[in-house]
């Protein structure tokens, strides 16, 4: 069990929490559950192998002072407490065969019931997602929807992932970090709670920042520059001295359009149509 005194436990109830979580381990599991709420904070769970694994980088620079304000909160559920047996077994072998292993629906399912203890039934309020290359591509979109819940469960699949019935009953949605294949979801599971926390309120103090920044407005960002003025016989472009601000804005657009153009056609597809404007014409520039 956790070897931290501030920490609750208990011998079948997987529970990690950081940042206001900790609390007195007097109390049991169920009434520890509704205690852990720090009233207006965003919160999120996660169910994985390796709770240990968590808060890993969130416990870091911004994303760590807001979870150590309570701006936030965090939950890792240890999937193997849920586990059958005396080896608390969480996978079996593929039905119709193949390499690997499978998460077992019973297993799974009740590690989903306890997460949903003291959460909206309203997946809207509530997401309930499992890390998945097969899932729809996570983007700022979803972070910026996610950010304006009430929180969110993440499940962390390992091995060949998860049976599929599990995630039928729990009307749960897959979420990839990309085109690619990771070995467990708890790296994406911390890119997806990064991504959304540093869009609450107050987590990142400018809001400009985040405002200003690759996505929100459609486009990729523009080139930053920083002192020394010259290294390496590089100068910084001369327009972000001038402090003409309305010259500046209009070198930042232009770069962040010609890079959006250059390097992603699809978003700049899009950002055109949002526009009214006419790709072709563009084409044609
Ligand atoms: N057999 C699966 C891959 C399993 S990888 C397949 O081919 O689709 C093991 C676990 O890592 C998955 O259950 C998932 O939770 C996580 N994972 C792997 N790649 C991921 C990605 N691109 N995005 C999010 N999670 C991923």
Known sequence: MPSDPKEPAGPSFGLKSHGRLSIAASAGPRELMADLRVKGAWRVKIITLFPDAFPGTLGLSLTGKALETGLWTLEALDLRLYGEGKHRNVDDTPAGGGAGMVLRADVVGEALTDAAIGTSSDRSKW????????????????????????????????????????????????????????????????????????????????????????????????????????????????????????????????????????????????????????????QEQ
């Not at 599990?166 to 990839?176: F, G, K, N, P, T």
């Open 127 to 282: 997401p309930v997602v499992y890390l998945s290359p097969r899932g729809k591509p996570f983007d700022q979109a979803m972070a910026q929807n996610w950010a304006a819940a009430d929180g969110l469960t993440l499940l962390c699949g390992r091995f060949e992932g998860v049976d599929q019935r599990v995630l039928d009953e729990y009307a749960v949605q897959e979420v990839s970090l990309g085109d690619f294949v990771l070995t467990g979801g708890e790296i994406a599971a911390q890119a997806l709670i990064d991504a959304t926390v540093r869009l609450i309120p107050r987590v990142i103090g400018n809001h400009l920042s985040t405002d200003e920044e690759s996505f929100s407005s459609g486009l990729l960002e523009f080139p930053q520059y920083t002192r020394p003025l010259v290294w390496k016989d590089r100068v910084i472009p001369e327009t972000l001295l001038s402090g003409h601000h309305a010259h500046i804005a209009d070198w930042r657009r232009d770069m962040a359009e010609r890079l959006t153009k250059e390097r992603r056609p699809d978003l700049w597809r899009a950002y055109l149509a949002a526009q009214g404007r006419d790709p072709i014409e563009d």
